[in-house]
């Protein structure tokens, strides 16, 4: 790389930094003061409180995209392990708990396994299970095997497919075709995975959509 390359590079990563930074100071005084302005007149005026919940509810959006690139542009946060069966638990939870319309099957071999980095792989999943769920699609399927000694996670469901415009291989951040999104789910549990010798692979059959997780950092439990 030109050192000029690598500087303009350098530039780039550090704006990014900051952007996400002053995006969050913005996005916490903002809501700071629309909670003010319903204290004040939302007695008197009472479509302000419904004006304020929508903006609140965009300023969250915006706070959690921002903490969601962190994911991807800074290092990742330290790896804590669970074991298979508490990361199947708390990946169906946590997809209920936003999603409670979503039935999602779990199912696989009896494995007793404990995954080192399970609280990256859990956002992994969660990725792309809401990429189901957000399009209303309510039968899901995650079924898990060891192959070899990586813990396989496949997920499978009804979809429209995943439009050609959209980089697989590898996936990159921001390119999406859905409205008020982000297109950062793919490329971050992308990176997830290849930061633990795995791999993310999609398959488009019949009207479903199939992906594999492939997570390295496992260890047969005795």
Known sequence: ?????????????????????????????LTMAIERIQEEVGEDYVQVNSMAQLMTAELENLEEMTF?????????????????????????QKLLDLYPHVDLK???????????????????????????????????????????????????GPSKGIPESIP???PQPFFTEK?????????????????SGGILLTRFENGILFFKLVYGEVKVDV
Not at 139 to 150: A, H, T, V
């Open 179 to 195: 409205g008020k999104h982000d297109g950062l789910g793919f490329a971050i549990a992308h990176r997830i995975l290849k930061s």
């Open 168 to 170: 697989l291989e590898p």
């Open 68 to 92: 969601r690139m962190d994911l991807l542009f800074d290092d990742l946060p330290e790896k804590t392990s669970l074991s298979l069966f508490e990361l199947v638990i708390k990946a169906r």
């Open 1 to 29: 790389m030109q050192e000029g390359t690598k500087k303009n590079w350098v530039d780039l990563t550090q704006m990014n930094q900051v952007m996400r930074h002053r995006l969050r100071n913005l996005s916490c005084g």
């Open 106 to 156: 779990v199912s696989g071999k009896e494995l007793k396994l404990s995954i080192h980095g399970a609280n990256l792989l859990l956002i992994a999943i969660h990725e792309i299970l809401v990429n189901y769920a957000e399009e209303k699609e309510t039968d899901l399927q995650l079924y898990w095997e060891l192959e070899n000694e990586q813990l396989a996670l496949s997920i499978s």
